[in-house]
C-alpha cells in the first residue's frame, strides 16, 4: 500500500471523511494512528473542524485517549522547560529549543497533539560543556557510559550524549548543530543561532527561525531515520501551513534553504508533503526548487523507497519490501552522516561489540 493509501494518512489530510467512514475503516485509522504517534493529532483536527460531536462512540473513546495522554505530556514539557532554563542561567547561551518542545512552548497548531520522547535543545558549540555541567548539577547524568560512544558523540555527531534526570526521568539532547560535523551537508549553526526568535511571554526562550524550524525537519527526516517518519511529515505540513500566513515566507523558504545547504531536503520535504498531506504550496516555490531534484533514476528509486518507509509501521501499510526500503534509507543516514572511512570504522567497532550481558 502507497503512504497516501493509508488511513490515518487520508484522515489527516480529509479529517470530515470520518464522519461517514465505515467500521472496518475506523479500526484501520486507529490502530495505524496509534503506530504513528498520530491519534491526538488526528483529535485536534477533527475538532478544529467541528467534526467530533459527529463520530461513533467507540472510536471517539480512543482519540479522547490520546488526546489526554498528549495534554498530559505537554504540561511535563512546560515544567521540564523551566526545570532547564533554571538550570543554565548562569551558563550565558541562550536556551534555543527544538522540534516538538519548541512547537510545544511557542504555541503552534503543529504542537497540539504532538507526542515525543526528549526535549531537544540548541546551544553555541563554545558553552555546551558549560551548559551540560549545569544540568548535571541539576540532576541530568549521562546515558552513554562506553568510551566509544562518548568519542563518537563528541567528536564526531552534532550532539552530546543524551542525559536523563535521575529522579523525573526526562531526557535532555543537547545539540550544537543540527546535522553532524562529519555530515556532507552542512547548514551552518551561527547562521541558525543568528536568525532564533524569542518565544512571545516566555522569557529566556527561543525557537528557530520559522523558515530554520522547517529545514531543520527536512533535514530531520530526510537525512535521517523513519522511525515517526509520518508524524515528522506531518509536521512540516501543518508548519508550512501555519507560517504561509506570514509576510515574506514563501519568498525566502527556498534561498533560506541554499543558505544553509538544505536545498535537497527542502526539495523531498515539499514533494511528500504536498503528495501525502495536499500542502498547498505556491507554484513558484515548487519552480525555485525544483533544480534541486535528484536525476531521474535517483529520484524514481527515493520516491518509491520514501512510499514505503513514510508509512505507519503497522501490517496493513507496509509490505514484504518496506523492510528493505527502511534499511536503504539507514544505510543511506549514515552515508551522508559520515565519511567512508569513519563509516566503515563506525561500523567494524559496532559488528565487532560483544553484546551486553543483561543486568
Known sequence: MQTADCAITRALREPEWLTHASGAEWDAVIRQGRRASLLAR??????????????????RVHLDAARVI????AIAVRWEVGKILTAIARCEAPLILLKGAAYHMAGLTVGRGRVFSDIDILVPKPRIN????????????????????????????????????????????????????????????????????????????????PADMVLHSASHLFCGEFEHGLRDLSDIDLLLREFSAQAGFWEGLVPRAHQLDLSRPLY?????????????IPAAVLHAIAPCRPSAPHAA?????????????????????????LGLLYARAHWLRMPPHLLAYHLAHKALLPPKQPG
Open 268 to 280: 523531498y520535504a515539499l514533494r511528500l508533503a504536498a503528495q501525502l498531506f495536499a500542502t498547498p
Open 301 to 325: 528509486l527515493m520516491h518509491s523507497l520514501l512510499q514505503r518507509a513514510l508509512a505507519p509501521d503497522h501490517p496493513s501499510c507496509r509490505g514484504p519490501f518496506s523492510p528493505l526500503a
Open 42 to 59: 488526528l483529535h485536534y483536527a477533527l475538532q478544529a473542524r467541528s467534526c467530533l460531536t459527529n463520530l461513533p462512540a467507540a472510536p
Open 70 to 73: 498528549a495534554d498530559k505530556q
Open 130 to 209: 558549560h551548559v551540560e555541567a549545569a544540568l548535571m548539577q541539576h540532576g541530568w547524568v549521562a546515558t552513554q557510559h562506553d568510551a566509544y560512544d562518548q568519542r563518537y558523540y563528541r567528536t564526531w555527531m552534532h550532539e552530546i550524549p543524551p542525559l536523563r534526570h535521575i529522579r523525573r526521568q526526562s531526557v535532555i539532547d543537547v545539540h550544537h548543530a543540527i546535522l553532524p560535523e562529519t555530515a556532507r551537508l552542512k547548514p551552518d549553526p551561527a547562521r541558525l543561532l543568528a536568525a532564533a526568535q524569542p518565544i512571545p511571554d516566555a522569557p529566556g526562550l527561543f525557537t528557530l527561525a
